[in-house]
């Protein structure tokens, strides 16, 4: 299988960087429960839902998408419900802004979601040659039909699940186009909403913003952190609850220069 990874020259230089997740950040919804709308009476087995294991939801998600295959759904059906997902609040507007500052800023994705699953969406939004790069787990369908996953890297982090850690992807990636750019960006921004993103704003310096979505996972463990260790957390924090709220930040920080 591929690896989940597009794009083999350096995009050109920018002078921001924005990483941005995909469940319930880009998109409203987990993209891993709506696909469950495809299967016969839209809901799973509970022998199925039983073989979840805590920090191992890659594998799990594999079964899923195995029994869909053993049931007939097809590729078209799979897509379909997952082009049908909405965009969260107001980040239309936000690509649309980041469209028109296409000089300024280099946009990744990180997602535990996968590469099939973001490609169609992003595709069907029109959203696609927005991003630079995508780091998810890979995707394809085999000659049976099934949508088949890989795990997208293995890792050390106790805090993230066993195939990724977004920290380790984001400071894999800001190391490898400060060596290609010959310096780093002026700002880095993390636009999420998960536990899994909590880990990837660590590495945020103090000219850079975390943008947790208001009352979600990111956003609380955040706080919590805040609240205890507050020296661990170098980036300034705008919670958001629309993408206008994070295009009103940029904006701002795109004047100072
Ligand atoms: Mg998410
Ligand atoms: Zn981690």
Redesign the pocket.
Known sequence: MAAAQTSSSPPPDRRFLIFF?????IVDE?SDDVVVQAAPGQKLPGWLKDTYRPGHYNEYMQRVLAYMAEQGVSEGAIRSVIEKIPASPGVMALFQYLRSRAQDFEIVLV?DANMYFIEAWLRKAGARQLFAKIFTNPAAFDGKGQLRLGPFHSHGCPRCPENMCKQAVVREYLARRAAERGRPFQRVFYV???A??FCPSLVLGARDTAFPRREYPMHRLIGELRATRPEDLRAAVVPWESGEDVVARLQRLEEER
């Open positions: 997740d995909f469940d319930e950040t987990s997602s999420g909403d998960g899994n993103d």
